[in-house]
């Protein structure tokens, strides 16, 4: 029966492929718990950054609606709805007028497994614009987390490469301190071979 891989590395192979995967498994583990923390933070943002939003929305609306100043109304809600987070803004009043204006997402540029996995979500809420006792109207907005997920994947990506980059100096210094620790460990087994085939002229260091 021939021996396996294993059996078969040397020990220094041995000890290089056990820290490796060992640092391999735990960088892994902390990149996926720093990214899973920063999704819920950004999740977290989103949903608060929406409220902000509404506040500060019926806010500068509100004299408008009073005195029925439609383009002002339009004005301001085609020029938040520019902001990288929001994807719709709508405004109708009690009557059933809609103003509403909406804005492309950004691209796209973390895979839709990375997308799943951060599950961050593109919230939208809707308020009543109330002044006094009278109601004018309905305030929407829709959030998109497009923008939130792209930091989060360039943010993954930068943390993957510094991982990779302390892997392969793990590698390369474990490497150099076991060649080095086992050298006369190697010289030895050969004065010992030497020895052995009749050959007493090998010297063997202390």
Do not use: C
């Not at 409220?51 to 004005?75: C, K, P, R, W």
């Not at 998109?144 to 980059?165: K, P």
């Amino acid at each position: 029966m021939k021996p396996g891989l294993w059996a078969r590395l040397p020990l220094v192979g041995r000890v290089m492929l056990s820290a490796s995967l060992a640092l391999a498994v735990a960088g892994s583990l902390l990149l996926l718990v720093s990214t899973t923390k920063e999704a819920d933070f950004s999740h977290h943002e989103i949903e608060e950054h929406l409220v902000i939003e509404q506040d500060s929305l019926l806010a500068a609306i509100a004299e408008s609606a009073v005195i029925g100043d439609y383009a002002s109304i339009e004005q301001v809600i085609r020029r938040r709805v520019k902001r990288d987070d929001i994807r719709r803004i709508a405004w109708t009043n009690a009557r059933g007028k809609q103003l509403a204006a909406s804005d492309k997402d950004a691209a796209p540029s973390a895979p839709g497994w990375f997308a799943r996995f951060t599950s961050v979500p593109s919230p939208q809420q809707s308020r009543s614009l109330v002044i006094g006792s009278r109601d004018y109207g309905l305030v929407t907005i829709e959030m998109t987390a497009t923008s939130a997920i792209n930091r989060l994947w360039n943010a993954f990506l930068a943390h993957l490469a510094i991982l990779s980059l302390a892997l392969v100096l793990d590698f390369i210094g474990i490497w150099l301190i076991l060649r080095s620790a086992l050298r006369p460990l190697r010289a030895l087994n050969q004065a010992a071979e030497s020895m052995a085939r009749g050959d007493w002229s090998v010297p063997v260091e202390a």
